[in-house]
């Protein structure tokens, strides 16, 4: 059964517009972490942000943060005030518990405007 | 510091054949993951090594092998290579494995393409 969910192929935003990137996650274990990724076209996958199930306040990265919806199990990405250079796939990602592996979601690719 | 390395970056080869991709971890890091990545699809975990010890393996075939030396560097192998082994191999490495909030953080890939 599918893990990560990212419903959104494709997304378009505006620069300097904010943009959500939408992420659902399937687990019954209480103890998990929720990772966002960056992919460029050069390949390498560039670590974002990490919200903690336990986490009691949403993660912030700069410009990045996670809007956690843990009743929802959702997980979702905001970006803020696009540039040209967020244009890229967008993976979120899981954890359940330690000692196991990450899972990715299919991905969303995002096209910034201008 | 450098990043996680990869080589090479590129690489040809025909059914059949086999592969060696190669990965150097963060210094400092001495667990590396290794994923596959197809076309149009999320990365899927292959392998992790940490102290040259197999600590993780996914959901693959016995053709892949791989293993870490006493410098933390690691090394995918691939037998008897099939068209549908084409992908983008990454390799991460991280400071904390086993960890709920371990972080990977990734080379830029290895692009194979099978003939």
């Known amino acids: 059964a599918q893990k990560i969910t990212q419903t959104q192929p494709g997304m378009f935003v505006q620069e300097k517009e904010a943009v959500t990137l939408d992420c659902t996650y399937d687990?019954?274990?209480?103890?998990?972490?929720l990772f966002w990724y960056k992919q460029p076209s050069s390949g390498e996958m560039i670590f974002l942000i990490y919200?903690?199930?336990?986490?009691?306040q949403n993660a912030t990265e700069g410009r990045y943060s996670l809007n956690f919806q843990k009743a929802r199990k959702s997980a979702n990405l905001v970006i803020s005030a696009s540039q040209l250079g967020d244009s890229a796939m967008y993976f979120c990602?899981?954890?359940?518990?330690?000692?196991?592996?990450?899972?990715f979601g299919a991905g969303t690719r995002l096209t910034v405007k201008p | 510091d450098a990043g996680v390395t990869q080589s090479p970056t590129h690489l040809i080869k025909t059914r059949g054949q086999q592969v060696t991709l190669r990965c150097s971890p963060i210094?400092?890091?001495?667990?590396v993951s290794w994923y596959q990545q197809v076309l149009g699809q999320g990365p899927q975990f292959i392998f992790q090594?940490?102290?040259?010890?197999?600590?993780g393996r996914g959901n693959f075939p016995d053709r892949f092998s791989a293993r870490q030396f006493p410098n933390y560097s690691s090394e995918l192998n691939v037998n008897a290579l099939l068209l549908g082994d084409s992908a983008l191999y990454l390799c991460?490495?991280?400071?904390?494995?086993?960890?709920?909030?371990?972080?990977?953080?990734f080379g830029s890939g290895t692009q194979l393409s099978v003939l």
């Open positions: 991460a490495s991280s400071s904390n494995p086993g960890a709920t909030n371990e972080k990977l953080l």
């Open positions: 687990t019954s274990d209480p103890s998990y972490g």
């Open positions: 919200q903690g199930s336990y986490d009691q």
């Open positions: 990602a899981m954890r359940e518990g330690p000692d196991n592996d990450m899972r």
């Open positions: 210094s400092g890091h001495k667990s």
């Open positions: 090594y940490y102290e040259k010890e197999e600590r």
